[in-house]
Nanobody, 125 residues
Framework: QVQLVESGGGLVQAGGSLRLSCAAS????????MGWFRQAPGKEREFVAA????????YYADSVKGRFTITRDNAKNTMYLQMNSLKPEETAVYYC??????????????????WGQGTQVTVSS
């Protein structure tokens, strides 16, 4: 069992930056590929980025490439999402997710087995 807790959300102006964290409990964190998703009101949950269990492989949605960076620190059981040049349309609840698998996941939420409660990111124009 893996429990995930996101933090770092908040209100930021367009063009600004935020760093989200996802703290995980359990000894299996280093064996779990992980990802970030987001969901805006009235919209489906959307893939943002994924990372393999070791951190050596990453994958991004086209819309965030070059602006967002996903990393992890297995010694701290924590995953991060550095978000730069934020846009108002990226206002959403951001969720971290973990797989029962070392292999990096893709865009499908169904590939992930555990979810955090989410953290709100609001980008003002």
């Amino acid at each position: 069992q893996v429990q995930l807790v996101e933090s770092g959300g908040g209100l930021v102006q367009a063009g600004g930056s935020l760093r989200l964290s996802c703290a995980a409990s359990g000894r299996t964190f280093s064996h779990a590929a992980m990802g970030w998703f987001r969901q805006a009101p009235g919209k489906e949950r959307e893939f943002v980025a994924a990372i393999s269990s070791s951190g050596s492989l990453t994958y991004y949605a086209d819309s965030v490439k070059g602006r967002f960076t996903i990393t992890r620190d297995n010694a701290k059981n924590t995953m991060y999402l550095q978000m730069n040049s934020l846009k108002p349309e990226e206002t959403a609840v951001y969720y971290c997710a973990a797989r029962k698998n070392v292999v990096i996941g893709t865009v499908a939420p169904g590939e992930y087995n555990y979810w955090g409660q989410g953290t709100q990111v609001t980008v003002s124009s």
